[in-house]
């Protein structure tokens, strides 16, 4: 093989919450059974399917409905009230994998609205909409919360009213803060702005890292599933400090002809990408250069 350093970047890789809902569907799957998840257990099909051959089937919210006395896994993004209480009507045993920092943020979400304070008040989510943990924090409100998804959808709020603002445990930090300083600026006199900071940190910290690992290569691959929105805005990262880098989600999609003439090839992914993935990646890769030889 040629000089080429293949590298896949240690911090990558499921995050703790990943690693819990995947090692407690393992656990139920080998008790035998059927185990149902709600959902995509992480945004990254290989994984999918590859739990998918050891029995896991996975539903939505509507399959869900009308299942009865069956064992239902609850992924990391969390879930609102309403699935618990159709867990209970319907006698459906619930495992549940909600992340643990998802379940806080909740609760704090939940113990906001249920304060009597100020009638006025907005409930603020900074995050996707319509994505499942999003949908977890706004049931929390009965659907009263407001999710904003940019700064230039911050400036739609009443600055009237009072603003508790919270976010999705996976968004990019310096976003966030840069909505926290806009609506402090506009903010009314005489009505108050609360803000919680509740990105996941070890979200967050991949930010740093991963910069800095793209831009110690001259060719990355970012492997991510499409549906991933960690995997978006890490790959986003990646694209600013080094252009060439390239969003895969398995090795057919790697195209040789970047290959030819790289020196320092870089294999990093989301926090829903597996280790196993990305070492496949690296194989493929290695292979190339071997039938060059």
């Not at 319509?130 to 709020?157: C, D, M, R, W, Y």
């Not at 910290?205 to 690992?213: A, G, H």
Request: aromatic share 8%.
């Amino acid at each position: 093989m040629a000089n080429v350093t293949i590298e896949i970047d240690k911090g990558s890789g499921f995050c703790f919450g990943v690693v819990n809902a995947i090692r407690k569907a393992e656990e139920e799957l080998a008790k035998g059974g059927t185990l149902y998840c709600l959902g995509d257990i992480v945004h990254n099909s290989r994984e999918v399917e590859r739990l998918k051959a050891m029995g896991l089937v996975t539903i939505n919210h509507e399959e869900f409905g009308r299942l009865h006395d069956a064992k239902v896994l609850l992924r990391a993004h969390g879930e609102p009230p309403e699935t618990y209480e159709t867990a209970q009507r319907n006698n459906i045993e619930i495992i549940d994998a909600t992340c643990p920092v998802v379940l806080q943020l909740q609760k704090r979400i939940k113990q906001e609205y249920n304060r009597d304070d100020d009638s006025e008040k907005q409930i603020v989510i900074y995050g996707k909409s319509g994505h499942a943990e999003v949908l977890g924090l706004v049931g929390q409100t009965a659907g009263h919360a407001i999710v904003i998804e940019s700064l230039e959808e911050t400036k739609q709020l009443d600055f009237n009213k009072s603003i508790r603002l919270y976010s999705q445990t996976t968004k990019s930090l310096h976003e966030f803060r840069e909505i926290v300083e806009y609506i402090r600026e506009h903010m009314a006199p005489g009505v108050t702005f609360q803000y919680y900071d509740t990105i996941c940190r070890q979200v967050a910290n991949r930010i740093p890292n991963i910069r800095e690992f793209a831009a110690s290569h001259d060719l990355i691959f970012f492997v991510s599933g499409k549906k991933s929105s960690n995997g978006k805005m890490l790959f986003s990262e990646c694209l600013k400090v080094n252009p060439n880098s390239h969003l895969i989600d398995s090795a057919t999609e790697i195209d040789n002809s970047l290959l030819e003439g790289a020196e320092s090839i870089g294999v990093c992914g989301a926090t829903s990408t597996p280790k196993w993935l990305m070492e496949e990646i690296s194989e493929a890769i290695h292979a190339f250069y071997a039938s060059k030889e």
